[in-house]
């Protein structure tokens, strides 16, 4: 019978409930509970039907626990969803009625306990599946509350620990958050509730050009105002204390389960040591750019050839004078080393090719200083050119070899130059002297000659012939010993030489062409041997005694003395002339001076002296008083030494 009048039950409920309820939603939908209806009525007629109308947990009353369920989703009050359930007993009496009058009022009593009974069982199984979900929903909404809390100090505590600067804002822009480390390069606390316009000139933001930020245009802001993703703002913070730092932003909005935007946050990174790092990379790359052309220029305008190498001998630079020295262009440069070497055919200068690995580049690459290093090149116009080379590695802070420096310089002229000075000297030497040599002993034959017989006027005029011949085997000695000097040619046959014996020997060989009657000598029987070529020995002397016996007044004594100092004998040379005014002295072993003006000679013969004496590792010096007399004094190593 329930079951038959369903739909009118239903129709009728339907119509009641948004009168009757009015805590279910405006929206309601009632299909929802139209199609839930009859599933309810069939419970309610399937309970009377069984007679077992109070049991709660029956499955014709899962219809009720579902209705109560979709309420509590619809947020309807307890005491709405009772007062369905007391419309929908309503609604089955008045459907009942007319059918139960027929009836005795003992069964009509019955009916109707019983169907309030099942009634009833409806609406508590429904309260208590409400009630429960009630609970189930307090518990989720509970825990979902301590997740979000834990999850906020979660946040919290992430946040405060990072080393980046971190800020929120609401949904206006304001901002509600700074993070320790922001507050840090800040210097100033977060100000709640601070108008957005506000935010450039509390918090003292800048663009990189030093212009204020407008408020809208911060990352923050843009984000909660705009809902923009921001991306690699530059901001400059200046502290209150003068101190700036850089930062870059990235910013995003916050968004509710409904999409809208709740806030928003930014997190920066630091990059003030980064720029200022990036300031001085790019000073220093300015430096280094400056120092490179002013290496370039400084290599250009050297005239030596100059060569700067890398660390496996490729060629790093290459001035102009190299590449006209060496007669190629830059692509030369750019060849392998083994080519160019190949090319240039580096000889000695005995004419034997150059080891692999030996020029004084490669040499320089292992570590060595070379210098003097005298290479003969051909060129690609195939002439040959004498070069006279340098080389040095360069080094790191850990000594490593970073790469090598080549100097060098065309000497092929000076070769050029020096061979025919070899060739003068040659003749100078042969052509000269072997005609000298006969007048000298033509002279001597005649010397001796005219002594026996008698002829004594004509005898010294042979003995004058003599003397000048001498003067003049010394002098074209004295200028190949200069010529061989000056270019390091000049060779020494050295060997001990007893001082005290040889003295007294030269002193007799120069007894027929000079005053030796006015010279002492004073050197100890004791002092070692020296360490001396015995003919450059002589010269040294002779040029002393002549100098001493030439410019001292005639039969005053000239004293030649000796005596060992730390290894040296030094050998002096006294006179008792005129002396040496001091500003002379500093200029008296030079070419071309003269010790006393006035008087015969070219100025050579002291400076002879001083080359002869510093080919033998010793030195040479003068000591004169004006109106006393000069002492001439030279130092030589000792044979013992």
């Excluded at 129709?11 to 279910?24: G, I």
Aim: one cysteine or more; hydrophobic letters at 40%.
């Amino acid at each position: 019978m329930i079951e038959a009048q369903a739909p009118a039950i239903v129709a009728r409920w339907l119509e009641r409930l948004p009168a009757a309820a009015p805590s279910l939603p405006r929206d309601l939908r009632l299909a929802d509970v139209r199609n839930a209806a009859p599933d309810m009525l069939h419970g309610i007629a399937e309970a009377l039907r069984l007679g077992r109308p109070e049991e709660l947990e029956a499955p014709w009353t899962a219809a009720a626990r579902q209705h109560a369920e979709f309420r509590l989703r619809q947020r309807e009050a307890l005491r709405d969803l009772l007062r369905e359930f007391q419309i929908l007993r309503e609604e089955v009496w008045a459907a009942l009625a007319e059918h139960l009058r027929p009836v005795s009022a003992e069964e009509a009593f019955l009916v109707a306990r019983n169907l309030d009974a099942a009634i009833d069982s409806m609406a508590t199984n429904s309260a208590h599946s409400y009630s429960q979900q009630q609970v189930r929903t307090a518990e989720h909404a509970e825990r979902l509350r301590a997740e979000a809390e834990y999850e906020r100090r979660r946040w919290q505590a992430t946040v405060e620990n990072m080393l980046d600067p971190v800020t929120t804002s609401d949904a206006e822009g304001h901002a509600t958050y700074i993070n320790d480390a922001y507050s840090r390069l800040l210097g100033l606390p977060v100000k709640p509730g601070l108008p957005v316009s506000e935010h450039p000139r509390y918090y003292r933001i800048y663009h990189p050009d030093g212009t204020p930020f407008k408020a809208e245009d911060l990352p923050l802001q843009r984000a909660a105002l705009r809902n923009e993703q921001v991306r690699g703002v530059e901001l400059v913070h200046r502290r209150p204390d003068g101190r700036e730092f850089i930062a870059i932003f990235n910013a995003a909005p916050i968004h509710d389960e409904a999409g809208r935007v709740i806030g928003a946050v930014a997190v920066g990174r630091d990059v003030t040591e980064q720029r200022r790092m990036e300031q001085e990379r790019e000073r220093l790359l300015r430096d280094v750019e400056r120092r490179a052309a002013e290496l370039d220029a400084t290599i250009g305008a050297i005239g030596d050839g100059l060569i700067i190498y890398g660390p496996q001998g490729e060629i790093v630079r290459m001035n102009g004078a190299a590449r006209r020295i060496l007669g190629v262009g830059p692509e030369w440069a750019r060849l392998p080393p083994e080519e160019r070497l190949r090319l240039t055919d580096l000889r000695t200068p005995r004419g034997e090719p150059v080891p692999p690995g030996e020029f004084a580049s490669d040499r320089a690459l292992r570590g060595e200083h070379v210098t003097g290093y005298r290479v003969s090149i051909r060129r690609p116009d195939g002439q040959r050119r004498e070069l006279l080379a340098n080389a040095s590695p360069i080094r790191g802070e850990q000594g490593r070899i970073l790469g090598a420096v080549l100097d060098f310089d065309d000497i092929t002229a000076l070769i050029r130059l020096q061979e025919q000075r070899e060739d003068i000297l040659r003749a100078v030497s042969h052509d000269l002297r072997n005609p000298l040599a006969g007048i000298l002993g033509q002279a001597q034959l005649c010397e001796r000659r005219l002594a026996k017989a008698g002829l004594e006027r004509e005898r010294a005029n042979a003995q004058a012939i003599i003397a000048a011949a001498q003067r003049m085997n010394a002098l074209i000695q004295d200028l190949v010993d200069m010529a061989r000097s000056e270019t390091g040619q000049l060779r020494l046959r050295r060997q001990p030489v007893d001082l005290a014996s040889f003295a007294a020997g030269l002193k007799e060989r120069l007894a027929p062409s000079l005053d030796m009657a006015r010279v002492e000598l004073r050197i100890p029987e004791h002092l070692p041997p020296v360490w001396a070529d015995p003919d450059r020995l002589e010269r040294i002397l002779t040029n002393l005694l002549s100098n001493a016996l030439k410019y001292s007044t005639p039969g005053t004594p000239v004293v030649v003395s000796a005596s060992e100092r730390d290894g040296e004998v030094v050998v002096s040379v006294t006179d008792r002339g005129p002396g040496i005014a001091p500003e002379d002295l500093e200029r008296l072993f030079q070419r071309y001076t003269r010790a006393r003006a006035g008087r015969e000679g070219v100025g050579l013969g002291l400076y002879i002296t001083r080359q002869l004496v510093e080919a033998h590792g010793g030195r040479v010096w003068a000591e004169s008083q004006v109106g006393v007399g000069s002492t001439f004094s030279f130092s030589l190593p000792s044979a013992r030494a």
